[in-house]
Nanobody, 114 residues
Framework: QVQLVESGGGLVQPGGSLRLSCAASGFTFSSFHMSWYRQAPGKERELVAGITSGGLTNYADSVKGRFTISRDNAKNTVYLQMTSLKPEDTALYCC????????WGQGTQVTVSS
């Protein structure tokens, strides 16, 4: 079965950096588009970044130039490198894949605060 396990979240000061990881299993990872979403308390879930099987990327306007999505098909892992973090980046970050239906990981919490 499809499994997505995120890690790498934590508490970071404004301006800091974090790298999130999402380990995938249960499907042919290299063939699928992968995405990172986030949801802050009281807000709707939003797409942060996506990466195609061929490595093409897209980003939400709010994170362009600060976040970088990448993938390692040998490790079945997708990453989200986050820099210049702001308090408004505080959210639960989840990776996702659509394979017949959308699957979600349990998420990793990112808190940006001084």
């Amino acid at each position: 079965q499809v499994q997505l396990v995120e890690s790498g979240g934590g508490l970071v000061q404004p301006g800091g950096s974090l790298r999130l990881s999402c380990a995938a299993s249960g499907f042919t990872f290299s063939s699928f588009h992968m995405s990172w979403y986030r949801q802050a308390p009281g807000k709707e879930r939003e797409l942060v970044a996506g990466i195609t099987s061929g490595g093409l990327t897209n980003y939400a306007d709010s994170v362009k130039g600060r976040f970088t999505i990448s993938r390692d098909n040998a490790k079945n892992t997708v990453y989200l490198q986050m820099t210049s973090l702001k308090p408004e980046d505080t959210a639960l970050y989840c990776c996702s894949v659509f394979r017949l239906r959308r699957y979600w990981g349990q998420g990793t919490q990112v808190t940006v605060s001084s």
